[in-house]
């Protein structure tokens, strides 16, 4: 995974963009075109203002970003964060990636680094709060697994810059140094994401939906390291694709949020990893 960035630049790169159209948390109306609205910028990553399908406009708000980009540092294999106190802060981007406000945590709602590179934060106010403050709706997180040959936009709030590729496959294992990911996105060369785009969502650019979230790059062809992740298939064969950049579906999210956005590792479906 990219390792996390310290500090915030002042300087961040300007990136041309298409629209992310803001749709009602809601209806979760399709977003036509892709930008930077509603995505936010962590301190050291990026990441998310998101939904899940059945979320409703005055449900407490949730942001998505990576379990290595945790305050807390990486959580090691088969360590779980579940509902840790926090009182982040993120800063939401309208749709051109300009600041429009700070976002504040409540709470962890999960993190983790096995299986999958996911952290889940839980925000002290409503989608409908921040719809009507900032004019920023949440992107819906997709329900369905992502499909090979997608075009797809991984949207950095850190860099505010947006790549352009598709989803070239899927790595049955992902392994990086101690940490193993499970039915990776794998993207085309044109998506070369560099540190601090850690966390940024993996958008679908046909629906406008979140159907992974960026997590790391195979930056020098080095086989199984920190920073350069390498495949493992059925039969224990390892692949290493240098300059090649993966991400961690997040379809199963959705499955262990019930009513109120209420998180529940033991919902019928939810097979995110347990503590």
Request: charged share 15%; glycine share 10%; net charge positive.
């Amino acid at each position: 995974m990219k390792k996390p960035l310290i500090g915030t630049l002042a300087t961040l790169l300007a990136a041309g963009a298409t629209t992310l159209a803001v749709a009602s948390p809601a209806q979760a109306a399709p977003r036509a075109t892709v930008n930077f609205a509603g995505t936010v910028a962590l301190s050291n990553c990026s990441g998310s203002l998101v939904r899940m399908p059945g979320s409703t406009a005055s449900d407490p708000a949730l942001v998505l970003s990576n379990g290595h980009c945790l305050e807390s540092g990486m959580p090691g294999p088969g360590q779980v964060v579940l509902n840790q106190a926090s009182s982040r802060t993120f800063t939401l981007l309208n749709a051109s990636g300009g600041g429009v406000g700070t976002l504040r945590a409540t709470k962890v709602v999960y993190g983790a680094m096995t299986d999958t590179d996911v952290s889940i934060y839980q925000l002290n106010t409503s989608y409908s709060s921040i719809q009507s403050r900032y004019g920023i709706a949440p992107l819906t997180v997709a329900a369905t697994h992502p499909v090979q040959g997608t075009s797809i936009k991984v949207v950095s709030g850190y860099w505010k810059k947006i790549y352009s590729c598709s989803v070239d496959g899927f790595a049955y294992r992902l392994k990086e140094a101690d940490w193993t990911f499970k039915d990776s996105v794998r993207y085309t060369s044109t998506c070369n994401v560099i540190g601090g785009t850690s966390g940024s969502p993996v958008v679908d650019a046909s629906s406008g939906q979140v159907v992974a979230v960026n997590n790391t790059i195979n930056e020098s062809g080095e086989r199984c390291t920190l920073d350069n992740p390498c495949e493992v298939d059925q039969n224990g064969t390892v692949t290493v694709r240098r300059g090649i950049g993966y991400a961690q579906e997040t379809y199963g999210i959705p499955a262990c949020f019930a009513a109120g956005n209420k998180f529940d590792l033991t919902l019928p479906g939810c097979t995110l990893p347990r503590p």
